[in-house]
């Protein structure tokens, strides 16, 4: 015996070789590996304003879908997530079942950006965009799709302009962003958000992206990284890593007064759980006025969003049509897992046809 975990030097030495002989073909598979893409379907930008700009994606059919769907990503990522890969891709799962999908990419703020509020984002963006499509397809309302800060951009829009909105589909959206187990709404409600904000102006993207690491530090900045070594001699699982690496580190900056403006509002405040409801401008936000009905999808293991964050949103919004679908999954499997694949854009086609 050599030790409670009865390693022998010949066990030793056969890993040590095996890792040895994964080393080098992983060098042989990075040196012949291009440099990796995104965003594989088709799309033409129809509508712009600023840095701004509204995309149509092509299918390789037309759409069969009347109704087109506007999707609102969130601020802090590049909303090529939801068109990662030909085989992980929530946009072409949606178009090859008929529908019509759009998306706003919010650009790259710099210091020109500094004083972009909420209003700017929800009224100025959104309502443009979604009036753009009304009038391009000569609808009175389209359906939503806003996930994770997009969705809290989505439903503030939705109630200040019910009118505009036939379906909402939330994916990934906090509502109450104080439930215990939320660390990063903990973390934030410790900051002096005036006082980052008036210091810095727009908050850097590495801040940002370091944050979101430490709240699983081991897994993120460790644990995957060993986990490579496995992969390093199969070049298409090398590309999936560096693609979704090369999509984590891809963030914009925040622009500075959006940025006080939702932190404070919603991580520190909680406002649509409270008395005092968010305002957008001098608008106050009312989730009652969402009368549409509405979708919500979260996952399971959502590290970022806790499921009970999602769920609160049924006991909050004023329509009497009101679904939940339950991901067995994490903030970023429900994009990218095969099961995500054959889920998400099923239900939400089924879900939309059975409203028109």
């Known amino acids: 015996m050599y ?12 890993e040590a070789g095996k890792l040895q002989r994964k080393l080098g073909a992983g060098i042989r598979t990075l040196r012949e590996m291009d440099a990796v893409d995104f965003g594989v379907t088709p799309r033409e930008e129809v509508w712009r304003d600023g840095k701004t700009v509204l995309y149509r994606f092509r299918g390789e059919r037309r759409p069969t879908a009347q109704v087109p769907i506007l999707i609102s990503y969130a601020l802090v990522n590049r909303p090529y997530m939801v068109d990662l890969q030909e085989d992980k891709s929530l946009v072409r799962g949606l178009l090859e079942r008929g529908e019509d999908v759009y998306v706003i990419d919010w650009g790259y703020p710099d210091r020109s950006d500094r004083y972009l509020t909420l209003e700017d984002y929800i009224e100025r963006f959104i309502g443009g965009a979604v009036d753009h499509l009304r009038k391009a397809h ?9 996930i994770c800060q997009g969705g809290a951009f989505s439903l503030c829009y ?23 187990d939320n660390m990063l709404s903990n973390w934030n409600r410790e900051i002096d958000v005036d006082l980052l904000v008036d210091t810095l102006g727009n908050v850097p993207a590495d801040m940002m992206n370091f944050t979101y690491l430490m709240l699983k530090p ?5 644990q995957k990284y060993v986990g490579m070594a496995d992969i390093l001699d199969d070049r298409k699982a090398m590309e999936d890593f560096l693609r979704m690496e090369k999509w984590i580190f891809d963030s914009p900056d925040q622009a500075g007064e959006a940025f006080r403006e939702f932190s404070t509002q919603f991580f520190q405040q909680n406002r649509f759980m409270g008395d005092t409801p968010p305002q957008i401008g001098n ?10 009905p509405v979708l919500n999808i979260y996952a399971e293991q959502d590290h970022l969003v806790p499921p009970d964050a999602s769920r609160a949103l049924r006991d909050l919004v004023g329509s009497d049509d ?15 897992s095969s ?11 089924d879900w939309l046809r059975k409203r028109g």
């Open 322 to 336: 009101y679904t939940e679908l339950a991901f067995k999954g994490g903030h970023i499997g429900i994009y990218v």
């Open 218 to 222: 081991w897994r993120l900045f460790a």
């Open 339 to 349: 099961r995500a694949q054959r889920e998400v854009p099923q239900t939400i086609h």
């Open 158 to 180: 939705a109630a200040l302009h019910p009118d505009k909105i036939k379906n909402l589909i939330k994916m990934l959206k906090p509502v109450d962003f104080h439930t215990p």
């Open 3 to 14: 030790g409670p975990l009865n390693i022998t030097p010949d066990a030793l030495a056969e």
């Open 283 to 292: 608008k106050d936000v009312h989730l009652g006025e969402v009368d549409m």
């Open 138 to 146: 000569g609808l009175p309302s389209i359906n939503l799709l806003g």
